[in-house]
């Protein structure tokens, strides 16, 4: 079971929440011309990396809120969270 | 190599079985091949039988991080089906249907290919309306399908909860005879074997750690037991694809994630079928050995662990319980986890690259064991003749940029969404 503190309502279970996938995807600008790549990589290409990941979750049971966790992608252990306007570095 | 037969077997009780060959050498990497598979699991074994056998390619080398076997081809369910809706996915699947149906033959190593058929089972009038269209078109590639009613379905699975009362309600379900189970390490050994006898080299316990690439072209591989050069690299590694990806500074539309299964002590035989429950995430057989084998959903976020957390467990057996009451009784043998490859569109990717001599088989979802003929098959074609079999061109790795989705379970790219 994960244990995800959640950036406004503390530690609660995995259960409360729902991954949201990588968090380091950036949505191409609005109103600009966006080349066919730039879709591409931002619909569907992932780097999907073994370690440290930073994805999106959101606390679906509780606040609502989504924001960004970095966890271990082969131990499961959660480094930090922050809010989605919050950088993680 | 000695063949298996009954007469072989009583030959060696004379000797107390102590006199039988290896199943396959265990050779040192040679510093050249002429085609390098990486990746000893189903799809890589397979893939090097095929090369072999029908493009007698045979100065070719399969290497293998771990023990062959160990993968995923030792760690599903064991589910061998073609009940898909899209022609390129069903017509792929058919044709590795019948490799299934003689691989016992071919490979002379029982893999215990058992046609017991499956259910898809529906909760709701769409769902049985949904069915329909899929087992039309299932039928139109020559795939039996048959559409259940709720009596029908009642008289082969009668133990399931047919009660009025229950939140999802049996409405009928579609099955596909045809299917069946297969002793999913046997298929591996098999493969391994056959290709072994035909002069390829199964290398173990050699990891890659890098590439040699030069004007686009693939040179080499470097790996732990050395340098080995070659101008054709297969790469059959799902799960593992992204780290290996890396090394080649691709990006692929791949997300590597985490699925559990488990299966129950074992109990006299009940459930002659392979069966799945269309309203929450559960599908259930039972093995030869009388356990109750029983999967669901990925653990639902990205993980290189080959084990899983309880919550999942506990999630997908709700939902057995719900369809098999008696469940609840059975004691857990054992739950294991294995790595997928979740492509963005739910179907795999069987293809070249933009790398010359560098080809890709990857993205099998949770679905990679039944397609592990008609994998390697096709893989072996499209390495030997360096372009794609027309039974795999639907597995395009630029579907994605150009629009052309297998989206099978119309899921979108969160394939891994529950």
Same mark, same amino acid.
């Given at each position: 079971?994960?244990?995800?503190?959640?950036?406004?309502?503390?530690?609660?279970?995995?259960?409360?929440?729902?991954?949201?996938?990588?968090?380091?995807?950036?949505?191409?600008?609005?109103?600009?011309?966006?080349?066919?790549?730039?879709?591409?990589?931002?619909?569907?290409l992932r780097k999907s990396p073994r370690g440290k990941h930073i994805e999106l979750w959101h606390h679906i049971a509780g606040c609502r809120q989504w924001f960004r966790v970095q966890r271990d992608t082969v131990t499961h252990?959660?480094?930090?969270t922050a809010k989605i306007n919050e950088e993680i570095k | 190599m000695q063949k298996y037969s009954i007469f072989s077997l009583i030959k060696n009780a004379f000797s107390n079985h102590e006199k039988w060959d290896l199943a396959w050498k265990d050779p040192n990497p040679k510093s050249e091949y002429?085609?390098?598979?990486?990746?000893?699991?189903?799809h890589g074994l397979a893939t090097a039988y095929y090369l072999a056998k029908e493009h007698k390619i045979t100065n070719i080398a399969v290497i293998e991080k771990g023990w062959i076997g160990g993968g995923n081809i030792g760690r599903n369910t064991t589910i061998i089906r073609s009940n898909f809706m899209y022609d390129d996915n069903a017509r792929f699947n058919?044709?590795?249907?019948?490799?299934?149906?003689?691989?016992?033959?071919?490979?002379?190593f029982n893999v215990m290919f058992s046609p017991r058929g499956i259910i898809n089972l529906a909760h709701s009038d769409a769902q049985?309306?949904?069915?329909?269209?899929?087992?039309?078109?299932?039928?139109?590639?020559?795939?039996?399908?048959?559409?259940?009613?709720?009596?029908?379905v009642k008289k082969i699975i009668p133990m399931a909860d047919f009660s009025e009362d229950v939140r999802y309600p049996i409405f009928g379900g579609l099955a596909q005879p045809s299917a069946g189970t297969a002793r999913h390490d046997a298929v591996a050994w098999g493969y391994a074997r056959q290709a072994d006898s035909m002069g390829v080299d199964i290398i173990q316990n050699c990891e890659v750690t890098g590439f040699d690439v030069s004007g686009g072209k693939i040179l080499g591989v470097r790996t732990s037991r050395g340098d080995i050069k070659t101008k054709k690299i297969g790469l059959c590694v799902a799960g593992s694809t992204n780290i290996l990806a890396e090394k080649l500074n691709m990006t692929l539309p791949i997300e590597t994630h985490l699925l559990q299964a488990c299966v129950s002590e074992p109990v006299k035989p009940v459930l002659d079928g392979v069966v799945t429950f269309g309203a929450g995430h559960f599908y259930i057989s039972q093995s030869d050995k009388g356990e109750m084998v029983m999967g669901g959903d990925l653990d639902g976020y990205n993980s290189y662990a080959q084990k899983g957390n *309880?919550? $999942?467990?506990?999630?997908?057996?709700?939902?057995?319980?719900?369809?098999? &009451?008696?469940?609840?009784?059975?004691?857990? *043998?054992? $739950?294991?986890?294995?790595?997928?490859?979740?492509?963005?569109?739910?179907? &795999?990717?069987?293809?070249?690259?933009?790398?010359e001599g560098l080809y890709l088989n990857c993205g099998w979802c949770y679905g990679g064991f039944k397609s592990v003929p008609s994998s390697g098959w096709t893989f072996a074609h499209t390495i030997a003749q360096d372009r794609v079999h027309e039974l795999n061109e639907g597995f395009s790795l630029d579907r994605f940029s150009k629009g052309y989705l297998l989206d099978e379970k119309g899921l979108g790219t969160k394939t891994w969404i529950s």
């Amino acid at each position: 079971m994960l244990n995800i503190k959640c950036p406004y309502c503390g530690d609660r279970s995995q259960k409360e929440f729902a991954y949201g996938g990588d968090g380091t995807v950036v949505r191409p600008q609005l109103n600009q011309e966006v080349t066919d790549e730039k879709w591409d990589e931002f619909v569907y290409l992932r780097k999907s990396p073994r370690g440290k990941h930073i994805e999106l979750w959101h606390h679906i049971a509780g606040c609502r809120q989504w924001f960004r966790v970095q966890r271990d992608t082969v131990t499961h252990e959660i480094f930090k969270t922050a809010k989605i306007n919050e950088e993680i570095k | 190599m000695q063949k298996y037969s009954i007469f072989s077997l009583i030959k060696n009780a004379f000797s107390n079985h102590e006199k039988w060959d290896l199943a396959w050498k265990d050779p040192n990497p040679k510093s050249e091949y002429d085609a390098v598979i990486i990746g000893g699991g189903g799809h890589g074994l397979a893939t090097a039988y095929y090369l072999a056998k029908e493009h007698k390619i045979t100065n070719i080398a399969v290497i293998e991080k771990g023990w062959i076997g160990g993968g995923n081809i030792g760690r599903n369910t064991t589910i061998i089906r073609s009940n898909f809706m899209y022609d390129d996915n069903a017509r792929f699947n058919e044709f590795g249907m019948n490799l299934w149906r003689n691989m016992s033959q071919e490979l002379n190593f029982n893999v215990m290919f058992s046609p017991r058929g499956i259910i898809n089972l529906a909760h709701s009038d769409a769902q049985m309306n949904a069915y329909a269209r899929r087992g039309n078109s299932m039928r139109l590639n020559g795939i039996d399908a048959v559409l259940l009613n709720r009596d029908e379905v009642k008289k082969i699975i009668p133990m399931a909860d047919f009660s009025e009362d229950v939140r999802y309600p049996i409405f009928g379900g579609l099955a596909q005879p045809s299917a069946g189970t297969a002793r999913h390490d046997a298929v591996a050994w098999g493969y391994a074997r056959q290709a072994d006898s035909m002069g390829v080299d199964i290398i173990q316990n050699c990891e890659v750690t890098g590439f040699d690439v030069s004007g686009g072209k693939i040179l080499g591989v470097r790996t732990s037991r050395g340098d080995i050069k070659t101008k054709k690299i297969g790469l059959c590694v799902a799960g593992s694809t992204n780290i290996l990806a890396e090394k080649l500074n691709m990006t692929l539309p791949i997300e590597t994630h985490l699925l559990q299964a488990c299966v129950s002590e074992p109990v006299k035989p009940v459930l002659d079928g392979v069966v799945t429950f269309g309203a929450g995430h559960f599908y259930i057989s039972q093995s030869d050995k009388g356990e109750m084998v029983m999967g669901g959903d990925l653990d639902g976020y990205n993980s290189y662990a080959q084990k899983g957390n *309880l919550p $999942t467990i506990q999630h997908v057996l709700t939902g057995g319980i719900a369809l098999f &009451p008696f469940l609840s009784r059975l004691k857990m *043998l054992r $739950t294991w986890g294995g790595i997928m490859d979740m492509s963005m569109d739910g179907s &795999p990717i069987i293809d070249k690259t933009h790398i010359e001599g560098l080809y890709l088989n990857c993205g099998w979802c949770y679905g990679g064991f039944k397609s592990v003929p008609s994998s390697g098959w096709t893989f072996a074609h499209t390495i030997a003749q360096d372009r794609v079999h027309e039974l795999n061109e639907g597995f395009s790795l630029d579907r994605f940029s150009k629009g052309y989705l297998l989206d099978e379970k119309g899921l979108g790219t969160k394939t891994w969404i529950s």
